[in-house]
């Protein structure tokens, strides 16, 4: 059986409020409406989001269709970047490259690369740690920790190479008998699932 790692699609940006506190976009609704009629999404038994609006937006429309109830977690948030606040779209992709290739500093303030990964592989394996194994499980989280998870499965250093396409919504899937990757970011609304 296999969990899946869903970062949330497209973000409505507001310079005006919290990062943590912006919801989907028009687009990324409906491309969280789109992927949650596929069968994969259906096939759900087990949602976890983190307890951030967005994530937990996703989770609500893919819970919908599963008929699950979503849960949140606490640590399964992105890295903490309120140090800076809101940075303007090209200032972040450069704030993001460093973020990556110094994963034991901080970039001006943010928690570290090294911490946020810590942070996320204890949070996903403690969640684990009570799963039942033949239940296919999502959690829906956010970009860069999900690169630093999906870092920590493949056993390779931290790297933004490992990172999803742009625009968010995307997944990868991890088997959960032996955490192995058995398939790459791919969008939500495109993936067709698979059987281990």
Known sequence: MYAL??????????????????????????????????????????IV????????????????????????AADMHENDRSATGFLPPEQFERAADW???????????????????????????????????????????????GTLLKCHLAHNLITRREDQPPGGGNLYCFSLADRRITCDWTPIETWQGMTL
């Open 5 to 46: 790692y869903i970062t949330h699609p497209q973000v409505r940006i507001d310079a005006t409020v919290a990062v943590p506190e912006w919801g989907l976009s028009d687009i990324g609704i409906e491309r969280a409406r789109k992927a949650s009629l596929l069968p994969w999404a259906k096939g759900l038994r087990r």
């Open 49 to 72: 989001s983190s307890k951030e609006n967005k994530a937990i937006e996703t989770a609500r429309i893919l819970a919908r269709a599963s008929g699950t109830t979503p849960e949140t």
């Open 99 to 145: 973020f990556f290739a110094h994963p034991h500093a901080s970039y001006k303030g943010w928690e570290t690369a090294a911490d946020a990964q810590t942070r996320i592989v204890a949070a996903i394996e403690a969640i684990l740690a009570s799963h039942d194994p033949a239940k296919p499980i999502a959690f829906i989280g956010h970009g860069a920790v």
